[in-house]
């Protein structure tokens, strides 16, 4: 269990997929823009990343390793496609918002990566334990992400068309905040604030 | 360890047997609500734009194809014609689309019998969010084409505010509004629909 426990937070911290790992990033600064876009991302990253792991782990034994590539991506196109119908028939606005981006986790490396990585080589309790703490480490910096840009950016955070937090009105923000370059600048704020994060507590432990 | 050619052929094909039946089933669940959604989002829009209609039924493909052609670089994806509960026809509703900032703006206008614009609604857009979807967030943006006077023109249109930082989206519903006027005093006026 203390191993499962370290598995799963390394993906939080020390391992993070965004902010150390640096893989994904595509995706996350085109569906942060949104707060509740950005959740529900984050939700289809973790339900896709918990499977996807856990089955290619469950039989790593048998995928033969010169075809494990096309198996893994065959495995994890059906996850995502699951989740793509689901969206698409029980909450079509948020399909509207994300579009696009749930059928491309497909092609996000952090899924890829991590059943390559982690779950070809490990047991499935230890892969699912990465699994979910790859997708969690991946939301959090997702939301917050996407709380910058949509608070400061355009004043507000809506969530099914209610604003549930609001800047004083008369508040114009700087819209590149919205827009890419934007974006980047504040996941640098965000990366640095986390490398800052863990190089303090590393050297707590070592003291 | 190699493996031998028919292990990898059977394992690659067995993955992809099980990963097919397993969405052809969720497929089969969710084909009926997505389809059904879709439905209801498309009535809503046209409800929302002929407030007084009752029903709405297709109009001919030879009217539709005839708009079509009309329409150039914007699109128009369905015509209705909007009938009230006796059964007279009160207007038009129509599915249309132009290029904006991202891709295509769909809207859906309704049409009174004289041609004037008794509402407008966008069902879909990818404009920037924050910026370009100002053209939906900002209600007095759509309603400004609620003023414009039957049989009006493209000048009349262009003489509307569009939203400054969101020139390309505003162009986008503008040349729909554009479309939709050319197709009413071109196609619907004299395709005998007016009953």
Redesign the interface.
């Known amino acids: 269990m203390r191993e499962w426990i370290r598995v799963f937070k390394a993906g939080l911290s020390v391992e993070n997929p965004l902010t150390i790992l640096m893989i994904g990033l595509c995706a996350t600064l085109a569906v942060s823009?949104?707060v509740q876009g950005a959740m529900f991302m984050g939700v289809a990253v973790i339900f896709v990343l918990v499977m996807s792991n856990t089955l290619i782990s469950a039989f790593r034994k048998?995928?033969?390793?010169?075809?494990r590539i096309?198996?893994f991506i065959?495995?994890i196109?059906?996850f995502v496609?699951?989740v793509d119908?689901?969206m698409?028939?029980?909450f079509?606005p948020i399909y509207?918002v994300l579009?696009i981006w749930i059928p491309l986790i497909v092609v996000n490396c952090i899924i890829l990566g991590r059943a390559e990585a982690f779950a070809y080589h490990n047991s499935v309790w230890l892969s699912t334990a990465d699994g979910l703490g790859m997708g969690v480490g991946y939301s959090i910096v997702l939301v917050v992400l996407a709380f910058l840009r949509?608070f400061f950016?355009?004043g507000r955070i809506e969530f099914f068309g209610q604003a549930i937090l609001k800047m004083p009105a008369g508040y114009a923000?700087p819209?590149i905040l919205?827009?890419f370059p934007g974006a980047f600048i504040l996941f640098g704020l965000i990366i640095a604030l986390m490398r800052w994060l863990n190089e303090r507590s590393s050297t707590r432990k070592a003291a | 360890?190699?493996?031998s050619p028919l292990?990898?052929i059977l394992?690659?094909l067995v993955?992809?047997v099980v990963?097919a039946a397993?969405?052809a089933a969720?497929?089969a669940?969710?084909?009926p609500?997505?389809a059904a959604?879709e439905k209801a989002?498309e009535a809503d829009a046209l409800r929302g734009v002929l407030p007084d209609a009752a029903t709405f039924e297709p109009v001919d493909d030879a009217v539709l194809i005839a708009a079509q052609e009309l329409a150039g670089d914007s699109k128009v994806d369905a015509i209705f014609r909007a009938l009230d509960t006796s059964g007279k026809q009160i207007g038009w509703g129509v599915k249309v689309g132009s290029r904006g900032y991202g891709g295509y703006i769909n809207l859906v206008l309704g049409l009174d019998r004289d041609g004037k614009v008794s509402g407008a609604t966008i069902l879909?857009m990818?404009e920037?969010?924050?910026?370009g979807t100002r053209i939906q967030t900002e209600p007095s943006f759509l309603e400004q084409y609620l003023g414009l006077p039957a049989g009006f023109t493209e000048k009349d249109v262009k003489a509307l505010d569009m939203i400054s930082?969101a020139t390309k989206s505003s162009r986008g519903v503008r040349n729909s509004v554009v479309v939709t006027s050319i197709v009413f005093d071109q196609v619907l006026k004299d395709a005998g629909e007016v009953r």
Not at chain 1, 62 to 67: A, F, L, Q
């Open positions: 823009t949104q048998v995928i033969p390793s010169e075809v096309p198996v065959v495995i196109a059906s496609t699951i119908l689901f698409k028939a029980f079509p509207a579009g949509e950016g355009s923000g819209t919205m827009m | 360890m190699k493996s292990r990898l394992s690659v993955v992809c990963a397993g969405l969720t497929y669940v969710t084909a609500e997505i959604q989002a879909t990818n920037t969010p924050g910026l930082g």
